[in-house]
T-cell receptor, first 112, second 107 residues
Framework: ETGVTQSPTHLIKTRGQQVTLRCSSQ?????VSWYQQALGQGPQFIFQ???????GRGNFPPRFSGLQFPNYSSELNVNALELDDSALYLC???????????FGPGTRLTVL | DAKTTQPPSMDCAEGRAANLPCNHS???????VYWYRQIHSQGPQYIIH???NNETNEMASLIITEDRKSSTLILPHATLRDTAVYYC????????FGAGTQVVVTP
C-alpha cells in the first residue's frame, strides 16, 4: 500500500460525456502526476501538479484538464469522451518535484 | 518516446537471481534511473532508483555502469510473486514509460 487512493475504481461512460476522477495523495506529498495506460501499453504522462499549479503536461488535448486542491488531492477531468479514452488512469504522488512517485491503484474507465 | 531499451520478455526460475538489463545511452546528467514493476492491472510499484552509484534495498539491487549508459536490476531470489512487467525509466520529474520487460518466474 502506497497511501495513494483513487476513486472510483471503475467507471463506464458513453461517448461525448464528461468524467471526473479523483486522487488523494500520500500524506505530506505536494506533487501529483496523472498517467493514462491503454490496454497492453505502458502508462503515458498526462500532466503534473505541484502546489496547486500545473507543472508540466504530456501530449494530451485540452479536453484533459486537472486541478489540485490546498490539501494536495487532485482531480482529472476529461470532456467530450472518445472511445480511445478507455484506459486505466493512474495517479502518483511524490514528496516534491523530481522525487520518487508512488502510484495509486488506478481508475478503470470504459467509454462505450 | 521512452529513452530506455529493455528486452520484451524473460523467464526466471523460482529461487534464482533475475538480472534485468536496461540501456539508456541518452541519459542526461541530472536524470535518475528508476525501476518500477506492474502486476496485471494494478498501479506500478516503485522498486529502486539511483543516479550513478549502485543501490540496494530490501527488494532489489541496482547496478549502473560508470558511463551511466546502462543499468541492471537484480532480484536476488525470485519468487512467483515477482512475475510482472518491469519498467526501467530515466527521468527527472515526469516518468516516460516504455513497453517494459515481461518477467515470468516459473516453479
Amino acid at each position: 500500500e502506497t497511501g495513494v487512493t483513487q476513486s472510483p475504481t471503475h467507471l463506464i461512460k458513453t461517448r461525448g460525456q464528461q468524467v471526473t476522477l479523483r486522487c488523494s495523495s500520500q500524506s505530506g506529498h505536494n506533487t501529483v502526476s496523472w498517467y493514462q495506460q491503454a490496454l497492453g501499453q505502458g502508462p503515458q504522462f498526462i500532466f503534473q501538479y505541484y502546489r496547486e499549479e500545473e507543472n508540466g503536461r504530456g501530449n494530451f488535448p485540452p479536453r484533459f484538464s486537472g486541478l489540485q486542491f490546498p490539501n494536495y488531492s487532485s482531480e482529472l477531468n476529461v470532456n467530450a469522451l472518445e472511445l480511445d479514452d478507455s484506459a486505466l488512469y493512474l495517479c502518483a504522488s511524490s514528496l516534491d518535484r523530481g522525487q520518487v512517485q508512488f502510484f495509486g491503484p488506478g481508475t478503470r474507465l470504459t467509454v462505450l | 518516446d521512452a529513452k530506455t531499451t529493455q528486452p520484451p520478455s524473460m523467464d526466471c526460475a523460482e529461487g534464482r537471481a533475475a538480472n534485468l538489463p536496461c540501456n539508456h545511452s541518452t541519459i542526461s546528467g541530472n536524470e535518475y534511473v528508476y525501476w518500477y514493476r506492474q502486476i496485471h492491472s494494478q498501479g506500478p510499484q516503485y522498486i529502486i532508483h539511483g543516479l550513478k552509484n549502485n543501490e540496494t534495498n530490501e527488494m532489489a539491487s541496482l547496478i549502473i555502469t560508470e558511463d551511466r549508459k546502462s543499468s541492471t536490476l537484480i532480484l536476488p531470489h525470485a519468487t512467483l510473486r515477482d512475475t510482472a512487467v518491469y519498467y526501467c525509466i530515466v527521468s527527472w520529474g515526469k516518468l516516460q514509460f516504455g513497453a517494459g520487460t515481461q518477467v515470468v518466474v516459473t516453479p
